[in-house]
């Protein structure tokens, strides 16, 4: 539980904390100058700097740098006498968070940040945290998955100052970014972060570094944006249980004729009628002048009298639609039949198309 500092090379102070001794994270928080740590009882501890660089530890420095082991030894056993009744140093505040924290950074994340103030971001083994610089817990979320590490790059600016993204990768082969607070990509790799970082290479800026647990690494990027498409939400609705029981019934009425080898009737059909104008009009033959054309194109095959007249009659033919189903039928199709001496008049081919009919057409 001992903490050192040190001012580039040279040795500043050491403070011993009395809580853990097991280290913890670590963060130095510039804006308001103090240290924050995390220890084995899963609290998290605010330290201000100016009170662990106190003139009261220029005895430990001296006692680092001096060359004199006796004096050292005699120094040595002053201070642990002095540590027996010292009392803990004052801290700026302490928060549980019931949870081991793996890594902690400091960057503006929360939208309501004033310009001069940050954020704490504790990533812990089962969620993520977002603890103001008074020990106020803004944000928190639950994860599903076990995080490995994370980092912080700056994102934009507003009139408020610049915004940071948090990166949180994890042992299930992906990484999620959240941007205040709120998840805006996820990403699928082939094996497990254990530290990553974001640089720039050949002019190219925002390239994440990544580094495996098996020592491979790699420089990549995002690409392109994700889609904006949300799923349409559907209201619960009632099922229409008379409507159920209903094709349950016909489905099984249909299962019990074909076990008794019994050809059901359709549920969807046409009925195909010739009408004519008057009852006289079945027998009624008149007598058209083609002049010879109509004819020629057949192969003079087709039925005409001594001055070259064909033979024709007039029908209509009517199609009804018999049926269950509240769509009907569509892509209908109805073929007529002739002989090589019959053609069909104001018909292309002897095929009639219909694209669709319900029960209330014909």
Same mark, same amino acid.
């Given at each position: 539980g001992? !903490? ?10 050491n403070?011993?904390?009395n809580?853990?001794l097991?280290?913890?994270?670590? @963060? ?6 103090s240290?924050?740590?995390? #220890? ?13 660089? *106190?003139?009261?530890?220029q ?10 082991r ?6 040595e056993?002053q201070? *642990? #006498? ?7 140093f004052?801290? +700026?505040?302490?928060?549980?968070l019931c949870d ?8 503006? !994340? #929360?939208?309501t940040?004033s310009?001069?103030d =940050? ?5 812990c083994?089962r969620?993520i945290?977002? @603890?103001? #610089?008074?020990g106020?817990?803004?944000w ?5 998955y076990n995080?490995s *590490?994370?980092i912080?790059y700056r994102?934009?600016?507003t009139d408020s ?7 949180v990768a994890n042992f ?17 790799? =082939? !094996?497990n ?14 390239m994440?570094?990544l580094l ?11 690409g392109?944006?994700p889609s904006g498409?949300k799923?349409?939400?559907v209201e ?5 249980w008379?409507?159920?029981?209903s ?19 359709? +549920?969807?059909?046409?009925l ?10 079945k027998?009624?033959?008149q ?8 004819n020629?194109?057949?192969g +003079?095959?087709?039925?005409?009298d001594s001055m070259?007249? $064909? ?5 209509k ?10 769509y ?12 090589? +001496?019959t053609?069909i ?9 219909i694209?669709?009919?319900?029960? $209330?057409q014909?």
């Amino acid at each position: 539980g001992k !903490f050192w500092v040190f001012e580039q090379e040279h040795f500043a102070f050491n403070r011993e904390w009395n809580n853990f001794l097991i280290p913890g994270c670590i @963060v130095y928080a510039p804006y308001n100058d103090s240290i924050v740590t995390m #220890t084995a009882e899963m609290k998290l501890y605010s330290y201000s700097y100016a009170v662990l660089s *106190t003139s009261e530890q220029q005895k430990l420095k001296n006692l680092a740098l001096s060359s004199n082991r006796d004096e050292i030894k005699e120094d040595e056993e002053q201070e *642990t #006498t002095m540590r027996k009744t010292q009392k803990s140093f004052h801290k +700026n505040w302490s928060i549980n968070l019931c949870d081991h924290a793996i890594k902690m950074i400091c960057c503006r !994340f #929360t939208p309501t940040l004033s310009p001069s103030d =940050h954020d704490v971001i504790v990533l812990c083994e089962r969620g993520i945290y977002a @603890v103001s #610089t008074s020990g106020i817990i803004k944000w928190q979320k639950k994860l599903e998955y076990n995080p490995s *590490t994370m980092i912080s790059y700056r994102a934009k600016n507003t009139d408020s100052g610049w915004m940071d993204n948090i990166i949180v990768a994890n042992f299930q082969n992906s990484i999620c970014i959240f941007s205040q607070c709120q998840l805006i990509w996820s990403a699928r790799l =082939h !094996f497990n972060i254990i530290d990553m970082s974001i640089g720039s290479f050949a002019g190219c800026h925002g390239m994440q570094i990544l580094l495996s647990d098996d020592g491979y690494l790699m420089i990549g990027y995002l690409g392109t944006d994700p889609s904006g498409y949300k799923p349409i939400h559907v209201e619960n609705r009632e099922p229409d249980w008379e409507q159920i029981e209903s094709d349950m019934k016909e489905s099984k009425d249909m299962i019990r004729a074909l076990e008794d080898n019994e050809i059901p009737d359709p +549920n969807d059909y046409l009925l195909l009628e010739l009408q004519y104008e008057n009852e006289s009009d079945k027998r009624k033959i008149q007598w058209i002048d083609d002049g010879g054309y109509i004819n020629e194109q057949y192969g +003079n095959e087709l039925i005409c009298d001594s001055m070259g007249r $064909l033979k024709v009659f007039k029908t209509k033919l009517i199609v009804n639609y018999q049926g269950s189903s509240q769509y009907g039928l569509s892509d209908i199709q109805i073929t007529i039949e002739i002989d090589g +001496n019959t053609f069909i008049c104001n018909q292309d081919d002897n095929k009639i198309y219909i694209d669709a009919m319900t029960s $209330l057409q014909n």
